[in-house]
């Protein structure tokens, strides 16, 4: 095989680009909860950007602010099924905050790897604090695979950093200071996750017997 094929054969093999918009807004609960009820009402994402850009909904002083933070939960929210859409608007709050937790994991596959990866990994293992060491470890390794990491901006890495575990406090899966927390889901969560997405439990520091009594 010749130089520039073994080239080709290596670029084909590379992993997609990591999508790391998510630094533009964090868990989001109720602005998220604003668009999805919007959205829930007709249905059709062009007219929910509509009335949420033109009515303020977001509550944004400024225009572009308000447009760049739809544009980022409305891509997270898209990826919900209707079924999901509904628990988010009426939920209970843990609810609320594990569906979308799961919605940024769709949307993000560095989160989910690093959910996956390392708390759920340690969680099993019940080793349940989260450092920063940890995350440091996998974002070193994923940089091997991923060129865009490494020409980061030490600035942005910490910003990435910083909105990641804001996220899981957020999502009440850690605890202030980083414990990783047992984390319980509701039957009808387990039910509308595991029509759309099975390996989706990966991402919450669950045991199996918590699923198992929450299945219907």
Request: glycine residues 2%; hydrophobic residues 40%; proline residues 3%.
């Amino acid at each position: 095989m010749s130089q520039y094929n073994r080239g080709d054969q290596v670029r084909s093999m590379s992993p997609k680009k990591y999508k790391l918009s998510f630094t533009a807004a964090s868990l989001s609960i109720s602005q998220s909860i604003t668009i999805a009820t919007e959205y829930l009402q007709c249905e059709d994402w062009d007219e929910t950007k509509r009335v949420i850009t033109e009515g303020n909904l977001l509550q944004s002083r400024v225009r572009s602010s308000s447009l760049r933070t739809y544009r980022e939960l409305a891509q997270r929210l898209q990826l919900l099924t209707k079924d999901q859409l509904e628990i988010l608007v009426d939920g209970a709050i843990q609810e609320q905050k594990h569906l979308l937790w799961y919605a940024i994991c769709k949307r993000y596959t560095f989160i989910f790897e690093f959910a996956r990866e390392v708390m759920r990994d340690k969680f099993l293992a019940m080793d349940y604090e989260l450092t920063e060491l940890d995350y440091a470890a996998f974002f070193d390794k994923k940089a091997d695979w991923h060129p865009e990491l490494e020409t980061l901006k030490p600035s942005t890495k910490g910003k990435i950093k910083q909105v990641v575990f804001r996220m899981l406090r957020e999502a009440g899966l850690v605890s202030e200071d980083n414990r990783i927390r047992r984390t319980v889901l509701s039957e009808r969560v387990v039910q509308v996750l595991q029509n759309d997405k099975p390996e989706s439990f990966e991402i919450f520091p669950v045991l199996l017997a918590d699923l198992e009594s929450s299945s219907p």
